[in-house]
């Protein structure tokens, strides 16, 4: 079953972990009929959503599908009729669990699937008195099961094989690690192991070696790190160095024996221990909100994921694939099935406002972020546009009295008498839906190898200067591709200043305005000679490097001397899909940069790549001439030169480097924190070889882009 095949989903049970099943059907865009006997479970279902979508937002970098819809219904047999597959999350008693699995068994289709989220209970136990046994199986998630991706699945009889590949292919499609168990066991597998922890850590307090904090730390410090990659049995191998798991068991197991664990017994848990617990839990909360600490868990296992996506491991690789099937069913147009137009309404929740739009797709609006966003008078100053309302007066928990559509504006009343009105085409495009950040996603830069030589992206100095048609191509030109090449310049400091003055300021830096790139009899930089200049970015010894530079041939007549260019997020991207580990070097070692000379010592440290939160390219800073003596762990400086060399050899290799012979009147303007260039060695005892050149930083380029991107 794939995620298109997978259209709706019943679910018994909305607490903790019902609620992290429906957060993750309904931005995987599969409707969910839910069925829970307490009031409250639609709107804890609803906060759980609001978090996984933050969430899954920034761990994910291809668009989810547009959202399901969710039904809350007042029976199980109405959550399980019609549904495509079951999933029972109720608390841990076998006779509710039985009950409801019983109801949903009387209607679901025969060739639907019953799972139940039970963390112990034996699917033989589970599965008594139903009339199609063989389609219950067990998919036991981990919390938040909107982020974790290990689902166990297990049948216990040959009897559910089919049942059991049905649930592996539903859990894949939203993105999960399905772990297949052939053995039903009581506990199944992680739970059994976090039972034994949890157990010995119940009798470090019982017994006031540890307090509930030490014993965290134990672990969040220590072994909880290498457990997310590697788990017990590499890592114990890896501890049997070069050996491996045989001399690790010989040298360590007879340690077993010793009598460190009580693993078996259990501390009577007696009034004296849990007031014990709860007073050191409460002191290690620190006042920390649920919600606080449930969103720093989640900040902490996205930033988790995100790592070990970058190096192709564990469950990053997980995620990794699942964002490779979203990339390719988001690029399937039959994939995409818009909603039906209609009148736009909204629909008052808990902590939000769902507006469905004229068009039929639909947004969530926090109540906070709705008053904070008022566009009145007394909220924004009409002239500037700022914001003169106090933010941090607002009460947090505020909701609106009223809220309706009015003709094309959402108007609301809130409790102290203020009415906000705005535009829902202004809302329509602050919708943080997934299609809607799709639609306004950045556009992704181009990347290219040497192959771009022969199809330049150039531009006549005429056609740039002509109207803003001309420097909105140029500008875009320049912010996809990372260059352009603009022919005919007049041949003058005018000339360049005008140019770059049309997009922004021109930024001065300890070279100055401009500067010029010719043989110097005292040079301060190794550009100023005439020797190789190998692929670089220009100042990286700076904290914010100039972001795009200008260079215009004045003189061109000396042997040799040919500019080079190379896209930095092209060998990056190489890198990334091809060696992960250098990658992860390169974007973790901080290197150090300097410049100095009579009157400056300018220093930064930064690593070659750096990316924004969502994983793409922020800038790639490389210059070898600058690079100052490492300070790093002995263990660490063979890892960073060996992927500092990688990173250089792609970058000098003719597979992704061009050259290009500019000639009087030429103009290579380029991304300095993308593009690394450079140039050939030449000969200034036959010739001359000279360029004017200039910064405008890229704050005032995507600045200009913006404003020419306007419509009229």
């Known amino acids: 079953m794939t995620l298109s095949d997978l259209r709706r989903v019943g679910l018994l049970g909305g607490g903790v972990i019902g609620g992290g099943w429906a957060a993750r059907f309904l931005l995987h865009g599969v409707d969910v009929h839910l069925f829970d006997p307490d009031p409250s479970a639609a709107g804890t279902v609803e906060r759980t959503v609001i978090d996984a979508r933050w969430a899954l937002g920034r761990l994910l970098t291809s668009p989810l599908p547009a959202e399901g819809s969710l039904v809350v219904v007042s029976s199980p047999q109405e959550a399980a009729a019609g549904v495509d597959f079951v999933q029972e999350s109720a608390p841990e008693r076998l006779e509710l669990k039985r009950h409801l699995l019983a109801a949903a068994d009387e209607v679901a289709d025969p060739t639907v699937v019953l799972a139940s989220s039970t963390s112990g209970l034996r699917p033989s136990a589970l599965r008594s008195g139903l009339r199609h046994p063989q389609r219950l199986v067990v998919g036991h998630p981990f919390n938040p099961v909107y982020l974790l991706p290990l689902v166990e699945v297990c049948g216990g009889d040959p009897s559910t094989d089919a049942a059991v590949q049905r649930a592996v292919a539903v859990y894949r499609s939203v993105g999960m690690h399905p772990l297949e168990l052939a053995v039903e066991t009581d506990g199944f597998v992680a739970d059994r192991l976090l039972e034994a922890l949890w157990r010995e850590a119940l009798w470090l307090v019982h017994d006031g070696v540890a307090t509930t904090s030490q014993i965290d730390d134990a672990i969040r410090y220590g072994p909880g790190l290498r457990w997310s990659v590697m788990g017990s049995f590499l890592t114990y191998r890896l501890a049997g160095g070069e050996a491996g798991m045989r001399h690790f068991l010989e040298q360590f197991g007879p340690a077993l024996q010793l009598s460190w664990t009580k693993l078996m017994d259990v501390p009577d848990l007696d009034a004296?221990?849990?007031?014990?617990?709860?007073?050191?839990?409460?002191?290690?909360?620190?006042?920390?909100?649920?919600?606080?600490?449930?969103?720093?868990?989640?900040?902490?296992?996205?930033?988790?994921?995100?790592?070990?996506?970058?190096?192709?491991?564990?469950?990053?690789?997980v995620v990794a694939r699942h964002d490779r099937a979203l990339e390719a069913r988001a690029a399937t147009p039959s994939a995409q099935v818009p909603a039906p137009p209609g009148p736009p309404s909204v629909d008052q929740r808990e902590r939000h406002l769902a507006i469905t739009f004229a068009d039929g797709h639909r947004g969530d609006f926090h109540h906070l972020w709705l008053r904070d966003n008022c566009p009145c008078t007394d909220c924004l100053h009409p002239q500037t546009h700022e914001r003169v309302l106090d933010t941090f007066s607002l009460d947090p928990d505020i909701a609106p009295v009223t809220a309706e559509v009015l003709d094309d504006a959402l108007a609301i009343d809130w409790p102290d008498g203020h009415r906000t009105v705005i535009s829902l085409d202004w809302l329509g495009a602050r919708c943080a839906c997934s299609d809607c950040r799709l639609a306004a996603a950045p556009v992704p830069p181009r990347t290219w190898d040497a192959a771009i030589a022969d199809d330049l992206p150039e531009l006549r100095f005429a056609d740039v200067v002509a109207d803003d048609v001309g420097l909105a191509e140029f500008v875009e030109m320049v912010w996809t591709t990372g260059f352009a090449v603009v022919r005919d310049v007049p041949a003058t400091a005018a000339a360049l200043h005008d140019l770059a003055g049309r997009v922004g300021p021109v930024r001065e830096t300890n070279f100055g305005r401009d500067w010029h790139v010719r043989t110097e009899l005292v040079p301060n930089n190794v550009a100023f000679t005439s020797v190789e200049l190998r692929p670089h970015s220009d100042l990286a010894n700076y904290e914010a490097p100039p972001g795009v530079q200008f260079l215009l041939c004045l003189t061109a007549d000396a042997p040799g001397g040919d500019s080079t260019l190379v896209d930095g997020f092209a060998v990056a991207d190489r890198l990334r899909t091809e060696e992960p580990e250098t990658f992860a070097v390169l974007c973790d070692v901080a290197i150090p940069y300097r410049f100095h000379d009579d009157d400056h010592d300018l220093r930064w440290s930064a690593p070659v790549i750096s990316l924004h939160p969502d994983g793409s390219y922020q800038e790639v800073r490389f210059h070898n001439a600058l690079m100052e003596p490492f300070d790093l762990p002995v263990g660490l400086v063979e890892r960073t030169y060996g992927a500092l060399r990688r990173f250089n050899q792609l970058a000098t290799s003719d597979d992704q480097r061009i050259r290009m012979r500019l000639r009087p009147g030429d103009l290579v303007v380029f991304h300095n924190r993308r593009v690394l260039h450079g140039r050939d060695a030449f000969d200034p005892g036959h010739g001359h070889r000279h360029l004017l050149g200039l910064y405008v930083d890229v704050d005032d380029w995507r600045s200009r882009r913006r404003v020419l991107q306007r419509p009229e």
């Open 272 to 317: 004296d221990l849990i007031d014990r617990i709860v007073e050191q839990s409460d002191a290690q909360a620190d006042g920390r909100s649920i919600s606080e600490l449930a969103a720093r868990r989640d900040d902490c296992l996205v930033a988790v994921l995100q790592a070990l996506r970058g190096l192709g491991w564990g469950a990053g690789e």
